[in-house]
């Protein structure tokens, strides 16, 4: 069975930084594409920032330059920095994996991580 727990969530205040990290069991992630989702408050779930197997990366535009998402295969892990937080990155943040080595939207996510609040105060 397939399990993935976030961790590394909590109250910040606007500009802090946070490391969020995604612990996968039950198989390696390597060959999967993994993502980050967040769903705020009364708002749907959005794509955040997505990684492929062979490491290429693509973010929302709402977190380019200020969130990097990063992989070890190794420690079958996913981590997702957060630099210069903002009131509006409030929101619970979900890691997912897709079977496949590339990522190509929510839909095809095959597992789903139970999520971390993440609080940014102004």
């Known amino acids: 069975q397939v399990q993935l727990v976030e961790s590394g969530g909590g109250l910040v205040q606007a500009g802090d930084s946070l490391r969020l990290s995604c612990a996968a069991s039950?198989?390696?992630?390597?060959?999967?594409?993994m993502a980050w989702f967040r769903q705020a408050p009364g708002k749907e779930r959005e794509f955040v920032a997505a990684?492929?197997?062979?490491?290429?990366?693509n973010y929302a535009d709402s977190v380019k330059g200020r969130f990097t998402i990063s992989r070890d295969n190794a420690k079958n892990t996913v981590d997702l920095q957060m630099n210069s937080l903002k009131p509006e990155d409030t929101a619970v943040y979900y890691c997912a994996l897709d079977r496949s080595s590339r990522y190509s939207g929510s839909r095809f996510m095959d597992y789903w991580g139970e999520g971390t609040l993440v609080t940014v105060s102004s």
């Open positions: 039950g198989r390696t992630i390597s060959g999967c594409a």
């Open positions: 990684i492929n197997s062979n490491g290429v990366t």
